[in-house]
């Protein structure tokens, strides 16, 4: 059974949580579902903090997710936290995102040896990208 942690976006709440869910109907463990709780204006945003965290360390990997734009400070919170527990690292990247341009100068821990990239096309489904992940992640 693989423990992960999924970072994502806010504004990709939804995908998240489907993706979360595809993933634990496979047998994986979802370490914190952060998306439980991202709409609910009275969230105790210190106790999210350090659930977010926690997810992060007992995962066997963070799955971070990037359709279309690297820009989350949240996402790379908890991929550096990730590479400093010693945790591998997927990068779910859009292909229209620029990995080379830009981030690649400013963000070198892109190429950590943690850290490896899946790129999918706006058109991936749910359960193709669940599909890719499980072949890049046993």
């Excluded at 047998?27 to 914190?32: A, H, L, N, S, V």
């Excluded at 908890?78 to 963000?107: F, K, N, P, S, W």
């Excluded at 943690?114 to 499980?134: D, G, H, M, P």
Aim: glycine share 6%; with cysteine.
């Amino acid at each position: 059974m693989v423990r992960f942690y999924l970072a994502a976006p806010s504004a990709y709440c939804e995908m998240a949580s489907e993706l979360i869910d595809e993933l634990t109907r496979r047998g994986w463990r979802c370490t914190y579902d952060w998306t439980n709780d991202i709409n609910d204006p009275k969230a105790d945003l210190v106790k999210c903090a350090v659930s977010d965290i926690d997810g992060v360390g007992n995962a066997d990997v963070v799955i971070a997710l990037a359709p279309e734009t690297l820009k989350s400070r949240g996402v790379h919170v908890e991929i550096g936290a990730a590479l400093a527990l010693g945790t591998q690292v997927l990068m779910v990247v859009g292909d229209g995102v620029d990995l080379d341009e830009g981030y690649r100068a400013h963000l070198p821990f892109y190429e950590h040896p943690l850290v490896s990239k899946l790129r999918i096309s706006e058109e991936t489904e749910t359960k193709e990208l669940a599909n890719l992940i499980s072949e890049r992640v046993r």
